[in-house]
């Protein structure tokens, strides 16, 4: 049966372009949807601030009248600049076991990526560090998490056959909570707040950490702009991103280390309770119902924890600063009873992050890849 790949444009179709992962996965029990109305943001050219520095188009694979498949291209033209390539990327991908359907998506998109100059394709990413990226290659008999993607064990498969190779990999842990907090953490903590003069910042309300909320923002620029695919985030991304999950997060479970001198923030910690199951609930609609179950989850004592953004300004990594932020919330966590904390995607070649986890209990449990391929 012929495979049709057509571009869509219109919210319609976008939203069938969404609901396709959804539908693919339903029976998987590992899968963790998305909420349909934050991923139509993300894609939307009027309401996401990237497309400011981002070009993009959106396939749908279609066979016998019926979707099998999804693809966006994505050009981030400040990515390009910053590591002086030539390279597109691929994201929000997803496609049924057929080769045929993953030969005429692909090919649709690499064809795109040519025509505008490109000569390489990255992938899976999104528009920026924040959108989801790194295809699953260990780990398909573990749910996954709100921040990551789920995909079926013949997806690398595919990506292989059709000559693409590794580009990077992640690494993900289960890391248990320990019964109180390492003595040596305790002692190195003592040792650089001291030493650098710095403080651990708590908030009881939103409206104490909305001053510190476009800081945070800005030293993740700082301490993510080293890693592969990173590219720093406009003000306009910033205030997009802000928005987006401040009113959202548990301030018990968000730490923020802050020079005193000045008050400007070299470290932080935004965790919070994972949403997994609250979002198999939800089934990608917060409204009516999928409200309850992720306020719920929010509000209680969770059993896992999901290290959501953790980062410290270059100038103060391999100094002791990561102590300080978990001193701070492993009593939270001892607290809420939680059992493990999932770290989510740690480039593999970050040995300093990977470092900091060499006084608890880990588990490498799951790894996911970005590909690339020249064109």
Request: charged share 25%.
């Amino acid at each position: 049966m012929e495979i049709e790949v057509k571009e869509i444009t219109g919210r319609k179709d976008l939203k069938k372009f969404v609901k396709f992962n959804i539908e693919l996965y339903k029976d998987s029990p590992y899968h963790v949807p998305g909420l349909i109305d934050e991923e139509l943001m993300t894609l939307s050219r009027t309401k996401n601030p990237a497309f400011e520095v981002s070009e993009a188009i959106y396939f749908l694979a279609y066979k016998g009248g019926k979707i099998v498949g999804r693809i966006a291209g994505i050009i981030n033209n400040t990515s390009n600049e910053k590591w002086q390539q030539k390279a597109a990327r691929f994201g929000f991908v997803d496609f049924i076991d057929d080769i045929e359907v993953a030969d005429a998506l692909f090919g649709a998109v690499e064809k795109w990526a040519k025509d505008k100059g490109m000569e390489e394709i990255h992938g899976p990413l999104g528009f920026t560090d924040m959108d989801h990226e790194g295809m699953l290659v260990h780990g398909f008999d573990l749910m996954g998490t709100m921040a990551t993607i789920y995909n079926y064990p013949y997806y690398p498969v595919h990506m292989e056959r059709m000559g693409y190779v590794k580009a990077q990999d992640w690494k993900e842990y289960k890391i248990y909570i320990p019964e109180e907090v390492p003595e040596k953490h305790l002692r190195i903590g003592e040792i650089v707040k001291n030493k650098y003069g710095l403080k651990t910042m708590k908030f009881k309300s939103r409206k104490e950490i909305w001053p510190y909320a476009d800081k945070i923002f800005r030293a993740l620029n700082e301490a993510y702009s080293p890693l592969y695919g990173v590219v720093p985030l406009t003000e306009k991304q910033i205030k997009y991103y802000v928005n987006m999950y401040i009113p959202m997060l548990r301030l018990d479970m968000i730490t923020v280390i802050v020079r005193e001198a000045d008050d400007a923030v070299v470290g932080f910690g935004i965790t919070m309770p994972n949403l997994s199951h609250a979002l198999r609930k939800a089934r990608g609609r917060i409204f009516p119902f999928g409200i309850i179950p992720l306020l719920w989850t929010l509000h209680s004592n969770p059993r896992i924890i999901d290290l959501y953004l953790i980062g410290v300004l270059p100038e103060y990594q391999g100094k002791g600063v990561n102590a300080l932020v978990f001193n701070d919330l492993i009593p939270v966590y001892i607290k809420c009873k939680v059992e493990y904390a999932e770290s989510n995607p740690e480039l593999e070649t970050n040995n300093a992050v990977q470092a900091q986890w060499d006084y608890f209990k880990r588990e490498h449990h799951k790894t996911r890849r970005a590909f690339k391929k020249q064109l």
